[in-house]
Nanobody, 124 residues
Framework: VQLQASGGGLVQAGGSLTLSCAAS????????MGWYRQAPGKQREVVAS???????NYAGSVKGRFTISRDNAKNTVYLQMNHLKPEDTAVYYC???????????????????WGQGTQVTVSS
């Protein structure tokens, strides 16, 4: 199972970016999906999460500016980021709780999987 994130880049303050993260591999089902970020010299922090039913949660610092969504048919989670600020600069990581098919065709328990990270830089 792999998570492939994309969509990062350089944007001016006030601008917008959309991140995408697609899961692939021997997937049985995906539970919660989410985004974290880590700025230089800081700990990784949660940005937003979404359940399989579409219930969302946001960090206070991004509420009202960021929107998380998912396409269950495509095993993909998105993060629409508007009104970006310099303090949003970080490496953004997607995560998903995934049950995968095992070699004997059984299904394993939910496990956390992480994408490789995508850099978002907001200039002032």
């Amino acid at each position: 199972v792999q998570l492939q994130a994309s969509g990062g880049g350089l944007v001016q303050a006030g601008g917008s970016l959309t991140l995408s993260c697609a899961a692939s591999g021997s997937i049985f089902e995906i539970h919660n999906m989410g985004w974290y970020r880590q700025a230089p010299g800081k700990q990784r922090e949660v940005v937003a999460s979404i359940t399989v039913g579409g219930i969302t949660n946001y960090a206070g610092s991004v509420k009202g500016r960021f929107t998380i969504s998912r396409d269950n048919a495509k095993n993909t989670v998105y993060l629409q980021m508007n009104h970006l600020k310099p303090e949003d600069t970080a490496v953004y990581y997607c995560t998903a709780q995934i049950r995968r098919y095992c070699d004997d065709s059984s299904v394993g328990p939910p496990r956390d999987h992480w994408g490789q990270g995508t850099q978002v830089t907001v200039s002032s």
